[in-house]
């Protein structure tokens, strides 16, 4: 089967309807049975339920921010699966129960979903990560193009690089100011020897 080029993907997230967009079950205001969801998309993609630990992945177990936006990736991503190129082909289930419950989790961790509406970057990143769980490629693009430029928008591994790079700043940091400290105490002991 022929996919659709990227900005028709891209497209596709943009337009997230109201429900992929509201507030999960289990918060305050919240409407949207995310595991009832997810478990519709398996359905017709697989036609099978979904599994147990897949349908506990997809309950708020905490009333907290990032909880909801967990959820709210998991929409997002459930949205970008109910495709129709990606309802016709669907891909391994056991990679999109892993994009579903693990992957989303760390890209939650780090972006809030509310970018998804302004930020193209985020949306290529979700229609990418959707897409390697679904073994699909975008027409004219190799695998190795793909995971190249799934590696240029990775915000998971963005967040990973600076935070390693502040970390070491900061002991290199406290490195300058250990020796700083040793000078002056030298310097210092050298004048009262004298």
Do not use: Y
């Not at 002056?184 to 050298?190: M, N, V």
């Amino acid at each position: 089967m022929t996919h659709p080029p990227l900005s028709e993907w891209l497209r596709w997230v943009a337009e997230l309807p109201a429900a992929c967009r509201a507030v999960p079950e289990g918060f305050p205001g919240g409407t949207v049975r995310v595991r009832a969801v997810v478990a519709d998309v398996f359905e017709t993609l697989f036609g099978a339920a979904a599994g147990a630990p897949l349908l506990a992945a997809c309950e708020a177990h905490d009333t907290g921010k990032g909880e909801r936006n967990r959820l709210g990736w998991i929409l997002a991503a459930s949205h970008t699966l109910w495709h129709p190129s990606l309802r016709e082909a669907p891909g391994p289930r056991s990679a999109i129960e892993r994009l579903l419950v693990e992957e989303l989790a760390g890209l939650a961790a780090v972006v809030p979903l509310e970018v998804l509406g302004s930020d193209e970057e985020r949306r290529e990143e979700l229609v990418r990560r959707v897409l390697r769980a679904a073994k699909v490629a975008l027409p004219g693009e190799s695998a190795q193009d793909a995971e190249d430029r799934l590696k240029q928008v990775d915000s998971i591994e963005r967040h990973r690089v600076l935070s390693a790079a502040s970390e070491r700043e900061q002991r290199t940091r406290k490195v300058r100011e250990a020796m700083a400290r040793k000078a002056a105490e030298e310097a210092a002991a050298k004048v009262s020897r004298e």
